[in-house]
């Protein structure tokens, strides 16, 4: 990256996720993992009880911004739609080669990004709002496709200050939990979505699984991640919300009620699992056009205005093991 787009970059609290880099195989822990997780609670059921990836994690392992705005807007597969943003994020209009149903060939959006002269302000934003969205299509939201991004997140990046203001690790998150739902399917083949989050996430809440010896790793921060492939931020009392997680039209639910030992607190017993109904784990085909902020305006404004009342509070936990009362229950 130019040194001069650090800086630039900095604005945009995308400057750790960007050392991730992609990575890619561990099929096994990935069946095993998959094998645990139960769609109607989001969580992994293990002997011991319920675990499941949270806002802390996300902000640890990627280093993605988890409080602000939801991500979330308009969908349009137009070409219209597709054109206007691509010109006002790069300045760029795509050929007829460049594009398909809504979404950028990636290949045209790095030579965006790298014929980029990074020779004033405007300039920088150019290159770091393309270096962004590559980022998103392959890291924070990756599906099945490898050469395609979607337009959908253009918008959110047209206003350069506004892009730190948006809530990309709950989205992210999000993704993630879909993704586990439906590879739990029986007629699921493959799964997509943002997997080194889940194989970091495993590494480091289950060390004995993972292929380097923690010991064996250099202390270099933030983002975990990247130590795993190749400033500590302070978190937010935010990470044990138990709130919707907001995608555009992925919609899933933190169920921190279901794993306060992940927050240092007792575990007592629960009642039944938040139920999404028919918004769950929705599949879309073809041409969209649609406002997902207003369709699920419920959830969008329940994350918005609710989400510092369902916070995990309670007493400390004493030790790890659980609750005999909890257990009871758990193994019923």
């Known amino acids: ?146 050469v395609s991004l979607n337009s959908k997140f253009l918008p959110l990046l047209r206003d350069f200050p506004w892009i730190s203001g948006y809530n990309w690790g709950a989205a992210s998150l999000a993704h993630l939990y879909r993704s586990l739902c439906r590879a739990s399917r029986y007629n699921c083949k493959e799964m997509d979505g943002p997997l080194i989050l889940l194989f970091v996430w495993a590494w480091e809440r289950m060390p004995f699984l993972a292929p380097i010896p923690r010991d064996q790793l250099d202390d270099i921060g933030i983002p975990l991640a990247r130590r795993r492939i190749v400033f500590l931020i302070g978190l937010l009392v935010m990470c044990s919300t138990q709130s919707p997680l907001v995608s555009f039209e992925c919609i899933e639910w933190h169920a921190t009620d279901r794993v306060r030992r992940q927050f240092e607190m007792q575990q007592l017993p629960l009642g039944p699992a938040f139920d999404l109904g028919r918004d769950h784990c929705k599949r879309l085909t073809g041409a969209q056009n649609h406002d997902w902020g207003q369709i699920y305006s419920q959830c969008v404004n329940r994350w918005t205005s609710d989400r510092y009342n369902t916070l995990q509070l309670g007493e400390e936990i004493i030790d790890f093991h659980p609750l005999p009362v909890y257990y009871d229950w758990y193994t019923l």
């Not at 002269?117 to 969205?133: K, M, N, W």
Request: aromatic share 6%; proline share 5%; hydrophobic share 35%.
């Open 1 to 146: 990256m130019p040194p001069l787009a650090t800086a630039t970059l900095a604005l945009t609290g995308f400057q750790h996720v960007l050392r991730v880099g992609e990575r890619r195989g561990h099929s096994a822990l990935l069946s095993a993992l998959v094998e645990r997780w139960r769609l109607e609670t989001h969580t992994f059921h293990l002997p011991v009880g319920e675990v499941t990836v949270t806002l802390e994690d996300v902000s640890y392992i990627l280093g993605l911004p988890i409080n602000g705005e939801a991500v979330t807007g308009r969908s349009d597969s137009s070409h219209q739609f597709l054109v206007e943003n691509c010109i006002a994020c790069f300045g760029r209009e795509p050929g007829p080669n460049d594009h398909v149903l809504g979404k950028d060939n990636i290949v045209w959006v790095r030579r965006c990004r790298d014929t980029e002269p990074c020779d004033t302000q405007e300039s920088l934003e150019r290159y770091v709002r393309a270096h962004i969205f590559c980022v998103l299509g392959t890291i924070v939201f990756p599906d099945k496709s490898t």
